[in-house]
Protein backbone atom coordinates (compact mmCIF):
# COMPACT_ATOMS: atom_id res chain seq x y z
CA UNK A 1 0.00 0.00 0.00
CA UNK A 2 1.34 3.20 -0.70
CA UNK A 3 1.86 6.04 0.89
CA UNK A 4 -0.44 9.12 1.25
CA UNK A 5 -1.58 11.41 -1.47
CA UNK A 6 0.43 14.73 -0.49
CA UNK A 7 3.67 13.30 -1.37
CA UNK A 8 5.83 14.67 -4.38
CA UNK A 9 6.38 10.62 -5.23
CA UNK A 10 2.28 10.19 -5.58
CA UNK A 11 2.13 13.25 -7.84
CA UNK A 12 4.89 12.24 -10.03
CA UNK A 13 2.99 8.74 -10.60
CA UNK A 14 0.29 10.26 -11.86
CA UNK A 15 2.13 11.21 -15.25
CA UNK A 16 0.21 8.57 -17.11
CA UNK A 17 -3.01 10.74 -15.69
CA UNK A 18 -1.74 14.29 -17.53
CA UNK A 19 -0.85 12.63 -20.66
CA UNK A 20 -4.29 10.46 -21.26
CA UNK A 21 -5.21 11.59 -24.46
CA UNK A 22 -8.80 9.25 -24.54
CA UNK A 23 -10.58 8.95 -21.63
CA UNK A 24 -13.29 7.27 -20.23
CA UNK A 25 -15.41 8.64 -17.34
CA UNK A 26 -18.01 7.53 -15.41
CA UNK A 27 -20.35 9.12 -13.01
CA UNK A 28 -22.61 7.18 -10.60
CA UNK A 29 -26.91 7.88 -10.20
CA UNK A 30 -25.96 9.21 -6.94
CA UNK A 31 -23.96 11.75 -8.25
CA UNK A 32 -26.74 12.92 -10.71
CA UNK A 33 -30.06 12.52 -9.14
CA UNK A 34 -31.19 13.07 -5.46
CA UNK A 35 -32.25 10.36 -3.19
CA UNK A 36 -35.38 10.34 -4.28
CA UNK A 37 -34.96 10.00 -7.47
CA UNK A 38 -34.81 12.67 -10.67
CA UNK A 39 -32.04 14.53 -12.03
CA UNK A 40 -30.80 17.05 -10.35
CA UNK A 41 -29.32 19.57 -12.88
CA UNK A 42 -26.94 21.75 -10.68
CA UNK A 43 -25.03 18.00 -10.75
CA UNK A 44 -25.15 17.02 -13.67
CA UNK A 45 -23.97 20.63 -15.35
CA UNK A 46 -20.82 20.49 -12.51
CA UNK A 47 -20.01 17.38 -14.31
CA UNK A 48 -20.08 19.17 -17.88
CA UNK A 49 -18.60 21.76 -16.92
CA UNK A 50 -15.02 19.58 -15.92
CA UNK A 51 -15.77 17.23 -18.81
CA UNK A 52 -15.84 20.96 -21.05
CA UNK A 53 -12.99 22.31 -19.48
CA UNK A 54 -10.83 19.29 -20.26
CA UNK A 55 -11.78 19.14 -23.77
CA UNK A 56 -11.15 22.42 -24.28
CA UNK A 57 -14.45 24.55 -24.35
CA UNK A 58 -15.63 23.18 -27.94
CA UNK A 59 -12.61 22.51 -29.53
CA UNK A 60 -10.86 26.12 -28.46
CA UNK A 61 -8.39 24.69 -26.08
CA UNK A 62 -6.26 27.04 -24.69
CA UNK A 63 -3.56 24.64 -24.31
CA UNK A 64 -3.47 24.85 -20.83
CA UNK A 65 -3.09 21.97 -18.16
CA UNK A 66 -3.00 18.60 -19.65
CA UNK A 67 -2.65 19.50 -23.38
CA UNK A 68 -6.84 20.07 -23.14
CA UNK A 69 -7.48 20.39 -26.17
CA UNK A 70 -6.39 17.11 -27.56
CA UNK A 71 -8.35 15.01 -25.62
CA UNK A 72 -11.16 13.16 -26.00
CA UNK A 73 -13.97 11.42 -23.28
CA UNK A 74 -16.41 8.93 -23.04
CA UNK A 75 -18.75 8.99 -21.14
CA UNK A 76 -20.32 6.38 -18.99
CA UNK A 77 -23.08 7.67 -17.25
CA UNK A 78 -25.88 5.85 -15.12
CA UNK A 79 -29.05 7.47 -14.07
CA UNK A 80 -31.61 6.39 -16.52
CA UNK A 81 -33.59 4.38 -13.57
CA UNK A 82 -33.16 6.85 -10.91
CA UNK A 83 -34.34 9.76 -13.50
CA UNK A 84 -37.55 7.83 -14.22
CA UNK A 85 -38.14 7.01 -10.17
CA UNK A 86 -39.99 10.43 -9.90
CA UNK A 87 -41.59 10.80 -13.40
CA UNK A 88 -43.44 7.46 -12.91
CA UNK A 89 -44.56 8.08 -9.37
CA UNK A 90 -41.85 5.39 -8.20
CA UNK A 91 -40.55 6.50 -4.26
CA UNK A 92 -37.39 3.96 -4.55
CA UNK A 93 -35.65 2.11 -7.48
CA UNK A 94 -38.27 -1.03 -8.35
CA UNK A 95 -36.58 -4.84 -7.91
CA UNK A 96 -38.80 -6.06 -10.71
CA UNK A 97 -37.39 -6.12 -14.12
CA UNK A 98 -40.55 -4.48 -15.72
CA UNK A 99 -40.51 -2.00 -13.54
CA UNK A 100 -36.62 -1.17 -13.59
CA UNK A 101 -37.05 -1.22 -17.66
CA UNK A 102 -39.81 1.17 -17.60
CA UNK A 103 -38.14 3.54 -15.16
CA UNK A 104 -35.23 3.30 -17.37
CA UNK A 105 -37.08 4.34 -20.84
CA UNK A 106 -38.57 7.39 -19.49
CA UNK A 107 -35.47 8.05 -17.65
CA UNK A 108 -32.77 7.53 -20.26
CA UNK A 109 -34.69 10.32 -22.93
CA UNK A 110 -34.73 12.58 -19.88
CA UNK A 111 -31.35 11.76 -18.99
CA UNK A 112 -29.72 12.45 -22.43
CA UNK A 113 -32.03 15.32 -22.80
CA UNK A 114 -29.78 16.89 -19.40
CA UNK A 115 -26.76 16.21 -21.19
CA UNK A 116 -27.93 17.32 -24.45
CA UNK A 117 -28.71 20.85 -23.02
CA UNK A 118 -25.83 21.11 -20.67
CA UNK A 119 -22.86 20.36 -23.20
CA UNK A 120 -24.70 22.93 -25.80
CA UNK A 121 -23.41 25.69 -23.29
CA UNK A 122 -20.04 25.25 -24.70
CA UNK A 123 -20.93 24.26 -28.48
CA UNK A 124 -20.46 20.66 -27.81
CA UNK A 125 -22.80 18.07 -29.23
CA UNK A 126 -23.40 14.61 -27.55
CA UNK A 127 -24.56 10.87 -28.56
CA UNK A 128 -26.40 8.46 -27.06
CA UNK A 129 -25.20 4.71 -26.90
CA UNK A 130 -26.57 2.04 -25.36
CA UNK A 131 -25.03 -1.15 -25.13
CA UNK A 132 -26.00 -4.88 -23.61
CA UNK A 133 -23.30 -7.83 -23.66
CA UNK A 134 -24.11 -9.14 -27.01
CA UNK A 135 -22.82 -6.11 -28.01
CA UNK A 136 -19.35 -6.28 -26.58
CA UNK A 137 -18.98 -10.41 -26.52
CA UNK A 138 -20.38 -11.33 -30.24
CA UNK A 139 -17.74 -9.99 -33.06
CA UNK A 140 -19.93 -8.26 -35.32
CA UNK A 141 -21.76 -6.07 -32.38
CA UNK A 142 -18.20 -5.93 -31.23
CA UNK A 143 -17.50 -3.93 -34.29
CA UNK A 144 -20.38 -1.84 -34.65
CA UNK A 145 -19.95 -0.51 -30.99
CA UNK A 146 -16.29 0.06 -31.56
CA UNK A 147 -16.69 1.67 -35.01
CA UNK A 148 -19.46 4.09 -33.45
CA UNK A 149 -17.67 5.51 -30.73
CA UNK A 150 -14.69 6.27 -32.62
CA UNK A 151 -16.50 7.43 -35.41
CA UNK A 152 -18.17 9.63 -32.55
CA UNK A 153 -14.95 10.82 -30.93
CA UNK A 154 -13.58 11.79 -34.73
CA UNK A 155 -16.63 14.31 -35.51
CA UNK A 156 -16.07 15.82 -31.80
CA UNK A 157 -18.94 14.52 -30.41
CA UNK A 158 -19.17 12.85 -26.33
CA UNK A 159 -20.55 9.72 -26.32
CA UNK A 160 -23.02 9.14 -23.48
CA UNK A 161 -22.69 5.74 -22.89
CA UNK A 162 -25.22 3.49 -20.59
CA UNK A 163 -26.79 0.18 -20.69
CA UNK A 164 -29.77 -0.83 -22.48
CA UNK A 165 -31.86 -1.29 -19.38
CA UNK A 166 -34.85 -0.71 -21.48
CA UNK A 167 -34.01 -4.16 -23.36
CA UNK A 168 -31.44 -6.10 -21.22
CA UNK A 169 -32.74 -8.91 -19.49
CA UNK A 170 -30.92 -10.86 -16.45
CA UNK A 171 -28.88 -12.91 -18.77
CA UNK A 172 -27.44 -9.85 -20.91
CA UNK A 173 -26.85 -7.20 -18.13
CA UNK A 174 -23.68 -6.18 -17.15
CA UNK A 175 -24.94 -5.71 -13.68
CA UNK A 176 -23.28 -2.13 -12.99
CA UNK A 177 -22.13 0.70 -14.82
CA UNK A 178 -18.97 0.38 -13.03
CA UNK A 179 -17.56 -2.64 -14.96
CA UNK A 180 -19.42 -1.58 -17.94
CA UNK A 181 -17.00 1.80 -18.29
CA UNK A 182 -13.57 -0.27 -17.47
CA UNK A 183 -15.04 -2.62 -20.86
CA UNK A 184 -15.40 0.58 -22.85
CA UNK A 185 -12.21 2.11 -21.47
CA UNK A 186 -11.10 -1.28 -23.38
CA UNK A 187 -13.14 -1.12 -26.42
CA UNK A 188 -11.97 2.64 -27.17
CA UNK A 189 -8.63 1.55 -26.30
CA UNK A 190 -8.10 4.30 -23.57
CA UNK A 191 -5.86 5.72 -22.04
CA UNK A 192 -7.37 6.60 -18.25
CA UNK A 193 -10.31 5.31 -16.60
CA UNK A 194 -11.84 7.57 -14.12
CA UNK A 195 -14.65 6.69 -11.72
CA UNK A 196 -16.51 9.29 -10.13
CA UNK A 197 -18.91 8.51 -6.85
CA UNK A 198 -20.14 10.03 -3.60
CA UNK A 199 -17.05 8.92 -2.11
CA UNK A 200 -13.63 10.53 -2.41
CA UNK A 201 -11.32 7.39 -2.76
CA UNK A 202 -10.75 3.67 -1.25
CA UNK A 203 -10.33 3.25 2.35
CA UNK A 204 -8.72 0.58 4.48
CA UNK A 205 -11.72 0.42 6.62
CA UNK A 206 -15.36 2.77 6.66
CA UNK A 207 -14.96 6.26 6.03
CA UNK A 208 -17.38 6.95 8.21
CA UNK A 209 -15.00 5.78 11.17
CA UNK A 210 -12.29 7.46 12.56
CA UNK A 211 -8.70 5.84 12.58
CA UNK A 212 -9.53 4.96 8.78
CA UNK A 213 -7.24 6.57 5.90
CA UNK A 214 -7.58 6.29 2.33
CA UNK A 215 -5.89 4.39 0.10
CA UNK A 216 -3.32 6.88 -2.15
CA UNK A 217 -2.55 4.15 -4.90
CA UNK A 218 -2.88 0.31 -5.63
CA UNK A 219 0.02 -1.07 -7.44
CA UNK A 220 -1.81 -4.91 -7.99
CA UNK A 221 -4.35 -7.23 -5.72
CA UNK A 222 -1.55 -7.44 -2.67
CA UNK A 223 -2.21 -3.83 -1.98
CA UNK A 224 -5.62 -4.73 -0.89
CA UNK A 225 -5.11 -7.50 1.56
CA UNK A 226 -6.75 -7.08 4.64
CA UNK A 227 -8.45 -3.92 3.27
CA UNK A 228 -12.31 -4.34 3.93
CA UNK A 229 -14.42 -2.79 1.08
CA UNK A 230 -17.91 -1.50 1.53
CA UNK A 231 -20.93 -2.41 -0.80
CA UNK A 232 -23.32 0.74 -0.85
CA UNK A 233 -23.13 4.17 -1.79
CA UNK A 234 -25.13 6.49 0.56
CA UNK A 235 -27.54 7.78 -1.59
CA UNK A 236 -29.35 4.43 -2.19
CA UNK A 237 -30.44 5.08 -6.02
CA UNK A 238 -27.56 3.24 -7.78
CA UNK A 239 -26.92 -0.35 -8.33
CA UNK A 240 -23.06 -0.30 -7.15
CA UNK A 241 -20.85 -0.12 -4.27
CA UNK A 242 -16.99 0.52 -3.55
CA UNK A 243 -16.69 -3.67 -4.25
CA UNK A 244 -17.98 -3.08 -8.39
CA UNK A 245 -15.76 0.03 -8.44
CA UNK A 246 -12.69 -2.12 -7.40
CA UNK A 247 -13.47 -4.85 -9.38
CA UNK A 248 -13.86 -2.23 -12.59
CA UNK A 249 -10.38 -0.89 -11.64
CA UNK A 250 -9.08 -4.57 -11.67
CA UNK A 251 -10.53 -5.46 -14.93
CA UNK A 252 -9.32 -2.02 -16.79
CA UNK A 253 -5.72 -2.40 -14.91
CA UNK A 254 -4.99 -5.82 -16.12
CA UNK A 255 -5.93 -4.42 -19.89
CA UNK A 256 -2.84 -1.68 -19.06
CA UNK A 257 -5.53 0.82 -18.31
CA UNK A 258 -4.84 2.91 -15.19
CA UNK A 259 -7.75 3.93 -13.05
CA UNK A 260 -8.44 7.00 -10.56
CA UNK A 261 -11.33 6.74 -8.08
CA UNK A 262 -12.61 9.38 -6.67
CA UNK A 263 -15.67 11.70 -5.78
CA UNK A 264 -17.36 13.58 -8.42
CA UNK A 265 -16.63 17.33 -6.33
CA UNK A 266 -12.94 16.17 -7.20
CA UNK A 267 -13.61 15.57 -10.67
CA UNK A 268 -11.10 18.12 -12.19
CA UNK A 269 -8.57 17.39 -10.23
CA UNK A 270 -8.52 13.78 -11.02
CA UNK A 271 -8.62 14.65 -14.88
CA UNK A 272 -5.96 17.20 -14.11
CA UNK A 273 -3.53 14.49 -12.75
CA UNK A 274 -3.77 16.05 -9.13
CA UNK A 275 -3.14 13.95 -6.36
CA UNK A 276 -6.46 12.49 -5.13
CA UNK A 277 -8.51 9.51 -4.25
CA UNK A 278 -7.21 6.48 -5.47
CA UNK A 279 -4.56 5.58 -7.69
CA UNK A 280 -4.59 1.83 -9.56
CA UNK A 281 -1.49 1.28 -11.09
CA UNK A 282 -1.62 -0.58 -14.71
CA UNK A 283 -0.59 -4.26 -13.75
CA UNK A 284 -0.91 -5.97 -17.27
CA UNK A 285 -1.03 -5.33 -21.11
CA UNK A 286 -3.38 -4.91 -23.27
CA UNK A 287 -4.90 -8.02 -24.43
CA UNK A 288 -6.63 -8.76 -28.07
CA UNK A 289 -9.64 -6.91 -28.45
CA UNK A 290 -12.93 -9.01 -27.82
CA UNK A 291 -11.38 -11.50 -25.04
CA UNK A 292 -11.38 -9.23 -22.31
CA UNK A 293 -15.18 -8.48 -22.72
CA UNK A 294 -15.49 -12.48 -22.97
CA UNK A 295 -13.86 -12.80 -19.74
CA UNK A 296 -15.73 -10.46 -17.63
CA UNK A 297 -18.62 -9.17 -19.44
CA UNK A 298 -20.24 -12.83 -21.08
CA UNK A 299 -22.58 -14.72 -19.24
CA UNK A 300 -22.34 -18.15 -20.34
CA UNK A 301 -25.25 -19.77 -21.92
CA UNK A 302 -24.12 -23.53 -20.98
CA UNK A 303 -21.05 -25.51 -20.66
CA UNK A 304 -18.60 -28.01 -22.57
CA UNK A 305 -16.39 -30.72 -20.51
CA UNK A 306 -13.36 -31.51 -22.12
CA UNK A 307 -11.01 -34.00 -21.81
CA UNK A 308 -7.41 -33.96 -20.35
CA UNK A 309 -5.67 -33.70 -23.76
CA UNK A 310 -8.33 -30.61 -25.00
CA UNK A 311 -7.50 -29.21 -21.57
CA UNK A 312 -3.47 -29.25 -21.82
CA UNK A 313 -4.22 -28.30 -26.07
CA UNK A 314 -6.74 -25.29 -24.73
CA UNK A 315 -4.95 -23.96 -21.72
CA UNK A 316 -1.24 -24.61 -22.38
CA UNK A 317 -1.11 -24.24 -26.79
CA UNK A 318 -3.62 -22.63 -27.05
CA UNK A 319 -5.31 -23.93 -29.62
CA UNK A 320 -9.03 -23.96 -31.20
CA UNK A 321 -11.42 -26.26 -29.76
CA UNK A 322 -12.12 -29.42 -31.42
CA UNK A 323 -14.89 -31.57 -31.56
CA UNK A 324 -12.47 -34.84 -30.51
CA UNK A 325 -11.33 -33.11 -27.31
CA UNK A 326 -15.22 -32.71 -26.01
CA UNK A 327 -16.81 -35.93 -23.47
CA UNK A 328 -19.93 -33.85 -22.27
CA UNK A 329 -22.55 -30.74 -23.13
CA UNK A 330 -24.80 -29.06 -21.21
CA UNK A 331 -27.35 -26.10 -21.46
CA UNK A 332 -29.79 -24.29 -24.17
CA UNK A 333 -27.55 -22.51 -26.27
CA UNK A 334 -27.19 -21.48 -30.27
CA UNK A 335 -24.46 -20.53 -32.76
CA UNK A 336 -22.40 -17.67 -31.72
CA UNK A 337 -23.24 -17.98 -27.74
CA UNK A 338 -20.91 -17.49 -24.89
CA UNK A 339 -19.85 -21.37 -23.10
CA UNK A 340 -18.02 -22.34 -20.34
CA UNK A 341 -14.88 -24.79 -20.98
CA UNK A 342 -14.62 -27.25 -17.94
CA UNK A 343 -12.25 -29.55 -17.39
CA UNK A 344 -13.10 -33.13 -16.50
CA UNK A 345 -13.79 -32.26 -12.49
CA UNK A 346 -16.18 -29.71 -13.18
CA UNK A 347 -13.59 -26.64 -13.34
CA UNK A 348 -13.67 -23.71 -15.39
CA UNK A 349 -10.84 -23.25 -17.71
CA UNK A 350 -11.78 -21.12 -20.35
CA UNK A 351 -14.80 -19.63 -22.11
CA UNK A 352 -15.59 -19.06 -25.62
CA UNK A 353 -18.04 -18.05 -28.13
CA UNK A 354 -19.48 -21.88 -29.45
CA UNK A 355 -20.35 -22.47 -33.32
CA UNK A 356 -22.85 -25.03 -33.19
CA UNK A 357 -26.30 -24.86 -31.52
CA UNK A 358 -26.43 -27.45 -28.04
CA UNK A 359 -28.70 -29.87 -30.17
CA UNK A 360 -26.36 -30.55 -32.77
CA UNK A 361 -23.54 -30.91 -30.56
CA UNK A 362 -23.90 -34.71 -28.91
CA UNK A 363 -23.06 -36.22 -32.31
CA UNK A 364 -20.18 -34.48 -32.89
CA UNK A 365 -18.35 -35.76 -29.45
CA UNK A 366 -15.59 -37.12 -29.57
CA UNK A 367 -14.85 -37.50 -33.47
CA UNK A 368 -12.58 -35.86 -35.46
CA UNK A 369 -13.39 -32.98 -38.03
CA UNK A 370 -12.06 -35.13 -40.97
CA UNK A 371 -14.86 -38.03 -40.34
CA UNK A 372 -17.65 -35.61 -39.34
CA UNK A 373 -17.42 -33.22 -42.50
CA UNK A 374 -17.26 -37.00 -44.51
CA UNK A 375 -20.56 -38.17 -42.96
CA UNK A 376 -22.19 -34.58 -41.98
CA UNK A 377 -20.58 -32.33 -45.03
CA UNK A 378 -18.20 -29.59 -44.79
CA UNK A 379 -20.00 -27.07 -42.60
CA UNK A 380 -19.16 -29.65 -40.15
CA UNK A 381 -15.12 -29.85 -40.58
CA UNK A 382 -14.68 -27.04 -38.01
CA UNK A 383 -13.85 -25.80 -34.63
CA UNK A 384 -16.75 -26.00 -31.98
CA UNK A 385 -14.73 -22.97 -30.22
CA UNK A 386 -12.41 -21.22 -32.58
CA UNK A 387 -8.80 -20.12 -30.59
CA UNK A 388 -9.62 -16.23 -31.71
CA UNK A 389 -13.31 -16.53 -29.86
CA UNK A 390 -12.01 -18.23 -26.75
CA UNK A 391 -9.86 -16.54 -23.65
CA UNK A 392 -8.33 -19.07 -20.79
CA UNK A 393 -9.77 -18.09 -17.49
CA UNK A 394 -7.40 -19.31 -15.37
CA UNK A 395 -4.17 -19.90 -17.69
Known amino acids: MAGQDGSAAARAERTKVVEARRIVVKIGSSSLTTAAGGLDADRVDALVDVVAKVLGAAGKGDGGEGGAAEKEIVLVSSGAIAAGLAPLGLDRRPRDLARQQAAASVGQGLLVARYTASFARYGRRVGQVLLTTDDTSRRAHYRNATRTLDQLLAMGAVPIVNENDTVATDEIRFGDNDRLAALVAHL ?33 PRDLDGVSIGSAGRAGVGTGGMVTKVEAARIAAAAGIPVVLTAASQAADALLGRATGTYFHPTGRRS ?82 RDLARELGSAYEREIVHRDDLVVLHP
Open 188 to 220: VKADLLVLLSDVDGLYDGDPSLPGTSRIAEVRG
Open 288 to 369: RDRLLWLAHASTPRGALTLDDGAVRAVVERRTSLLPAGVAAVEGDFTAGDPVELRDAQGRPIARGLVNFDAKEIPRLLGRST
